[in-house]
């Protein structure tokens, strides 16, 4: 295993810390989705590829299942488990990140895991996501292994999160430049109460020409980066968002409707091969697995009408995720990075930013 | 205003009160949607079509509103208010069923409804839902008025319900014979507690040879009544389920698609042209239209694992009201009634009926 | 009945008018969803409310149907006949635009008109999709009736669209200022051939702090117009497609999903109560009502695969209707109307535009 | 590999076979899916678990894709692949069937299975559907591998189709008997056309009580057979549907969502845990992979207002495949099969059957 993510080159770090400000909301204390208390994230990291695990909610998913709603954007993927948790509006297992064609392999992992750990479990729903690596990696190799599940499990932390080409971002590209893993958290207020809300995506989607940064249109005002490869404007994004607000599956996948607004301030149609995949939970009001004696719960849900933050801060936080993915990401087999000065150079030369 | 409903002719009764019995799980005192506490039907009766208005729980649904779920088997119908229901997960109105082409100004009368009752209202969904009932009424004619609404939700009491050829089920063709109201209701009991599960249905779907009572291939084995239109296997079937246990929508939405089941059971396959809706509220754990301070709900809910005798419960009652719609039908414009005394022969001929 | 939409202000036109360029694909001749061969649009205004028509195709839209697809972000609203569109794949009426209580009335009317020029139909989907005008609107007076629609479909032609304060935008607010009113088109290749989409929306969502202009903050820049009302992020957007592009159901559906792509890059975020829809439609290979004998339809389609031009063409029109919506919409009811010169100083003051 | 799958115990035969008759539509010559040309099945069974092949359609469906719909009943299943399916409108690869624990491995061979036929192809949406047959297999032990994947596809055949406790079938218990794979196929004629429509069932749901065959309560009259578990309502059923009529994917799955009536008739309803999927497709209109060149097709459709035969056709062939899964099955792990000769008396003293 090839671990570049324990240290991401220093030169690169989220748009956030050159020193541009924008948005309405503000950033948790890592501007991460790690700023939900409880998710951890764990990234294994191969030359082309890998798989970025994430613990959704402290302890075991399993016996005490989040909250979760999905919106799919683009249904040109792979997705593993979506199904279910739009019938019982919950997420039981981690969820993985990889390529492709890997999903069956580590959604078969993520079985072996939640079995290991459940000596009575016969039946299980992994969450595997996926977008394309296959420009950059030999996808038709099959290198990622269960092996690797196991591992981005057992490294799952709290705290800061590698981004970039971490993990299942290795091998991705996005607006014709390196992408792969970002992240981003908000912050809001609904009267006396505050909550989170982090995204964390899987960015391979785009084109260079289509590529807006903060508004400014960077992919038509500059030449495409040497090696970009002249894509058309497919590749696939997975947005997953997690909050500490107390919603319910109906209102999670309201709010998981929102990313994709985020996405489109980027830049990026949804192309056809595009396959764009939300995931919300929260991380309140776990449900037992375990049927309780009377079979009644009691969670505490925010009431509709106060959601609207809510939905500002899924916007805002997968448009910034996305743009750090780019922000973060090196190289990696011939794919440029974003050429950050430039980009930088052309969003101060905005009289507002 | 043309009013039998008040007295439906003695001779027609539901099936249960032909001495019939069968099934897995019992009825409610009432054998009738308004078992569960609170929900109420009017009925206003024309000539040859009519309007029916249902309140779904006591008091202003407005201001409390219930939460509802909706399955869709066949959408070719002019249903008002589905979408909203599934995204708010609420229903905010009394529910009104009419014909094809009186949806608009039933829905418009509706409206002047909550508008009169709450001053300051300037937004509110409608639900409306019908059937055509063409093939007795001329329905070209528009002969429903919004002043039929009012009068029918004047009259929603609750108590037993008028069944057959009543308010919108005047006009309805159900198995080439007089159709409309139906209504049944299940007890199920999940540990301690126990619920009851009503359905209303508006029955004008399927043709004369799939008809199946109680399993009995009655269409295949008793000739066509006379006069019974040979129409194709189209028409359109509303089914309603209240239940009084404590589901969300998303919980309420899976009960809904269960209803569909029940009406299989009696014959009809949603032909093409059968617009085949399911609208399932539960009398519990009302929503506020107004947001509290702070901005937080606790409903107590059923853990989704004692949802099967739910189920089990939609099921049967769709079935049962079907069938006491078909028993309960008087003839109408030249359209027979089902010959129940044939029905009843037949099925006794079972050893086991 | 008052009617500016004859001759909308000189001094407000659409952005593109101004003299700033941006975007990737080009405009067709109009800049208008009546670039579309055989798209007509009429408008009926009252003081501060109103009715718009969209004929969909030429000819009896119920004698030979449009394919049609649907995309709900929100379903916060009141929208008549989608069901029907997802189920069937067609559009069988010309579309009303209104006010959120004027849909049952609207429906009601274009009830009528089918039924008027169909002498044996027995059934009809009227499609009537809403905002709420009730910020500038006395919308519980009830200020519309059923002779608007007739009316507005009376009105219907090719050419220029008048656009913002006009027909059903009259009452519209959108990000703050008046909105009402949109439209704009694309012109796309796919190998051999070329197609137009044009959109056409009714924007009455965002609020001022949100609103970006072309990738500019103006919201955040900009002081809140005088009289501007300091509203929730609500509101509501209709966003109509219209293309000439051969598509079915499924993939007019897709065109419809990339929609909201184009509204995010204004700003909105998609508010609690905003009503966000979506009906996108194909006029080519219609559909005809009476069955074929034999049975069998033989059109032309699109690969799936050659579709991306298509979705950057409704993210690009959709975007550019809403701002046209804005640019063209003259103050109503004390809702001031965008600040054009401060918003072009602004957008030009970008060393791109 | 152990492997009765060759030679049903021929004392257990379809339910046909034994002479009685019903509904209203003939079955094909062999009364199984296969009677849909090109439409192969094969099997690969072990003593308590097994997998199930189908090749949708002749020929290499990855170059030419099969038209496809999709119904979800309960969505508590863990079906690969069903998203995209709903996306594209098509199925790419065979249908691979087998036990809840298996999906990601049986994805990930059939992953294997079409990279090795298509050198160049990078991006595969494998379609695997499951039951879970942990009642007689140690699931957990996880007993089927990639290599069966491989073998059901070798042995795939036209002709008759091994039902009962074969291939995916072996372990699944339906009724609290031995339930697994049944077929059956219904003809349907559409003015000069006629067209054959097949059902393929793995069949693991309801239980004793329940049970309905052709109308008689079966489960009510006879004693639970000896051994039969008494298991809650729940298990699963995957209903596959296959036709040569030439229908879209929009059309496929209305045709998919009537196999729930079919299911409805033999008494279950759906119980909480059932993960109960449809997938219906087409082999007529193959969609190329690669974009033809003008990138057109020109498929030939059924008008909607001919499917109602379709529709019956998927709900008796639905029906009675499941029937025949129980008819078929021998006992297997100590789960008794259906007591043949006791149904058939009760069918029998029906004075109808």
């Known amino acids: ?43 294994v ?5 890998g798989v970025t695990a994430i613990r959704p909610a402290p302890g075991d998913v399993f016996q005490a299942k989040v909250a979760a709603g999905v919106c799919v954007l683009n249904a040109f993927g792979k997705a593993a488990g979506l199904l279910q948790v739009m019938e019982l509006g919950t997420v039981e297992t981690p969820i993985v ?54 591992r981005a499990l057992s490294l799952c932390v709290s705290g800061p999160v590698a981004q970039g080409a971490a993990g299942a971002g290795r091998g991705m590209v996005a607006y014709g430049v390196k992408g792969g893993i970002g992240t981003a958290s908000r912050r809001t207020t609904h009267a006396a109460a505050s909550y989170t809300t982090g995204a964390l995506v899987l960015a391979n989607m785009g084109d260079w020409p289509q590529l807006q940064v903060l508004g400014v249109p960077v992919g ?73 004696s009377p079979p009644l719960l009691t969670p505490t849900l925010l009431h509709d009408a106060a959601l609207g933050p809510l939905f500002a801060a899924a916007v805002e936080a997968t448009e910034e995720a996305i743009l750090n993915a780019l922000c973060c990401a090196e190289p990696v087999g011939g794919v440029p990075a974003l050429p950050v000065e430039d980009v930088l150079g052309l969003v101060r030369s905005a009289p507002w930013l």
Chains 1, 2, 3, 4 share one sequence.
């Open 220 to 292: 038509r005002l500059l030449p495409r980066p040497q090696g970009g490869a002249a894509t058309p404007p497919e590749g696939s994004i997975i947005m997953l968002l997690a909050t500490d607000a107390p919603l319910d599956a109906r209102q999670l996948a309201r709010v998981a409707r929102r990313a994709p607004l985020g996405m489109a301030r980027t830049g990026a149609t949804a192309g056809h091969g595009s396959g764009d995949f939300v995931l919300a939970w929260s991380t309140a009001n776990r449900v037992p697995n375990d049927t309780p």
């Open 97 to 150: 990140l990889c390529n492709t064609l890997a999903v069956g392999r580590c959604a078969d992992a993520l079985v072996d895991h939640v079995l290991a750990a459940n000596p009575d479990v016969r039946s299980v729903n992994p969450v595997v996501l996926e977008c394309n690596d296959g420009r950059i990696n030999d996808i038709r190799r099959r290198g990622v292994s269960g092996e690797d599940v196991h």
């Open 1 to 43: 295993v090839f671990s570049p993510e324990s240290a991401p080159e220093p030169a690169r770090r989220p748009l956030r810390e050159h020193g541009v400000t924008w948005g309405h909301l503000l950033p948790g204390p890592l501007n991460a989705i790690t700023d939900v208390a409880g998710v951890q994230v764990g990234h």
């Open 45 to 49: 990291t191969h030359r082309h590829t």
